[in-house]
T-cell receptor
């Protein structure tokens, strides 16, 4: 009965590969997000979807492509992985405009070698 | 531009010491303010929040007061425990504007027995 679940938890892959991270929430939230956390713990918003529509797309290389098949799922596909993509990626969800804050997943640690 | 600034860590305290982690924000309008906590190997969890000036958020012995005059939302706890060791993030969200959270850089707290 996990609220926001991400898979996989760990991902080790070689440079140049393509990989996907999946996220699902069962909270009935209408908005989902992807954040990237670097080695210094700094969190940066990447994307946000509201009811399957992209509403935030920060300056992210176009090798990163989010996909939201429905409002309970937001997947992140990364093409041609680079060393600098190594980080922890967090999915989160919220009810837009309620001020209740986010519920986060437990993160996916991506290591590119 | 809009931002959140929090004190750099790590903050190292002995058990039962008093904790303050400073947070100031720069934002137009009247944002909602949050503190999130990240325990080792986990995602972020909402610790407390305040949605308007002079509100005090509190949870698990932690408190923070929304001070509009000083644009601050400092986190305090009267007596820390070893189990409070974590990274703490201050964040704000513009009300009624998509709920997007802007995070500070995080402050690592280490509590020694």
């Amino acid at each position: 009965d996990t609220a926001v679940s991400q898979t996989p938890k760990y991902l080790v892959t070689q440079m140049g590969n393509d990989k996907s991270i999946k996220c699902e929430q069962n909270l009935g939230h209408d908005t989902m997000y992807w954040y990237k956390q670097d080695s210094k713990k700094f969190l940066k918003i990447m994307f946000s979807y509201n009811n399957k529509e992209l509403i935030i797309n920060e300056t992210v290389p176009n090798r990163f492509s989010p996909k939201s098949p429905d409002k309970a799922h937001l997947n992140l596909h990364i093409n041609s992985l680079e060393l600098g993509d190594s980080a922890v990626y967090f999915c989160a969800s919220s009810l837009r405009d309620t001020g209740y804050g986010y519920t986060f997943g437990s993160g996916t640690r991506l290591t590119v070698v | 531009g809009d931002s959140v600034t929090q004190m750099e860590g790590p903050v190292t305290l002995s058990e039962e010491a008093f904790l303050t982690i400073n947070c100031t924000y720069t934002a137009t309008g009247y944002p909602s303010l949050f503190w999130y906590v990240q325990y080792p190997g986990e995602g972020l969890q909402l610790l407390l929040k305040a949605t308007k000036a002079d509100d005090k958020g509190s949870n698990k012995g932690f408190e923070a007061t929304y001070r509009k005059e000083t644009t601050s939302f400092h986190l305090e706890k009267g007596s820390v425990q070893v189990s409070d060791s974590a990274v703490y993030f201050c964040a704000w969200a513009r009300n009624n504007a998509g709920n997007m959270l802007t995070f500070g850089g995080g402050t690592r707290l280490m509590v020694k027995p």
